[in-house]
Structure formats: C-alpha cells, structure tokens
C-alpha cells in the first residue's frame, strides 16, 4: 500500500466510522417507507466493505455492534426484545448485537468482490448486490441469531407463543428486509460509484 493509498484508506475509514457513531448514538438511522421502518445503520458498513474491502467491512461491523451493544447496556434503546435479552445474559446478547454486523461487513465485501468476476470490474451494479445482501446479512444473521440463542426470550417479549417466534422472525425478514436490502442497493450503488468515479 502506497503513502497515498493508505492515507486514502485512513481518511474513508474515518469518514465511515464517525456516520456509524452519528447514526447509532443519536439513532436517526430509521426511514420510513409506506407502512413499514427500514433501517440504514448497516448501509455505511457496507460502504466500507465494498470500497476499502472485506477486513474493513468486518471491522466497521464490529464497531456498529458494539455501539449498538452498548446502549442496550446502557438502556439507551426502545426494542423491548434487546432488553429482555441483556436482562437474561449480557454475553448471549453481546454475541447476538457483535458477531452478525462482522459478519454482515466481511459478507457484504466479498459479495462485491465475487459479483465482479461475473459483471466485470466496473459495472455498477456490482455496488447494488452488494447493498442487497449486505442488507439481508444483517437481517438475517441478527434475527438468525436472536432465534437460535433466545427464542423463548423473543416470545416473551413480544407477548407471543413459542411457536409462533419463528413464523413473526420471517415476517420481519420478508417485508422489513427486503426493503432494507433495496434501499441498501440504491444508496450503496449511488455512493460507490460516485465515490470510485472521483478516483
């Protein structure tokens, strides 16, 4: 990596690092569309994934769910599910908020990298698969994770059967998700390419 490039690097992380901060601590990260509430707080970890790579993606990821861990810890949060969860054990949620943004960051950069060999290096619409899945990592990972560490938790915050938790996880993936994943496609392609077109 040369002096420049990795100024460049350090200047984009920053840059990424502080939206998630901005985002997360002040939660303005929600955009209402139609009936629903889709969330971007994943969109710059995405960002970072695609254009400085996957390691930097996980990274950024990491970060998020900290933040993110943090204020549930904190009671800095309106889900009632989170707080149910840190109630019963602060390492199960620590796991359930950390590992699925790493994942989404380290997923969501080699999605781009792979859809590349198959588009072509400068087809935009590698950036839109990424936001995409990135977009559906998170959901499903986070939700993935919520099922398989706390159901019985879910159910009783949530007020429903147990039986019921796995049908109301895929309601929200099925409409909250592929919301999320269409927004996350449009705002990751315009940025990106905008961005790599100024280089």
């Not at 990491?62 to 840190?86: E, K, P, R």
């Not at 950069?109 to 590349?116: E, R």
């Not at 998170?138 to 938790?165: H, Q, S």
């Not at 315009?190 to 280089?199: I, P, Q, T």
Request: proline share 3%; charged share 5%.
């Amino acid at each position: 990596m040369t002096k420049n490039s990795k100024t460049l690097y350090l200047t984009q992380m920053g840059m990424l690092i502080a939206i998630i901060i901005v985002l997360t601590v002040t939660n303005i990260g929600n955009i209402p569309i139609g009936p629903i509430v889709a969330t971007i707080y994943h969109i710059p970890v995405i960002i970072g994934a695609v254009l400085l790579g996957p390691k930097a993606g996980a990274l950024l990821g990491g970060l998020w769910g900290f933040l993110g861990f943090y204020l549930v810890l904190t009671g800095q949060t309106t889900s009632i599910v989170a707080m149910t969860v840190i109630q019963y054990s602060v390492v199960v949620y620590f796991v359930i908020s950390v590992i699925p943004r790493i994942l989404t960051g380290f997923l969501s950069g080699y999605v781009f990298i792979f859809s590349q060999r198959f588009l072509g290096k400068n087809n935009v619409f590698c950036f839109g698969l990424a936001g995409a899945a990135g977009a559906l990592c998170n959901t499903t990972l986070y939700l993935g994770f919520l099922y398989i560490l706390a159901k019985p938790l879910v159910a009783e915050a949530m007020r429903i059967n147990l039986d019921a938790v796995a049908s109301f996880i895929m309601g929200i993936v099925c409409i909250n998700g592929v919301a999320e994943a269409i927004l996350a496609a449009v705002i990751v392609m315009a940025v990106c390419k905008s961005v790599r077109y100024l280089h």
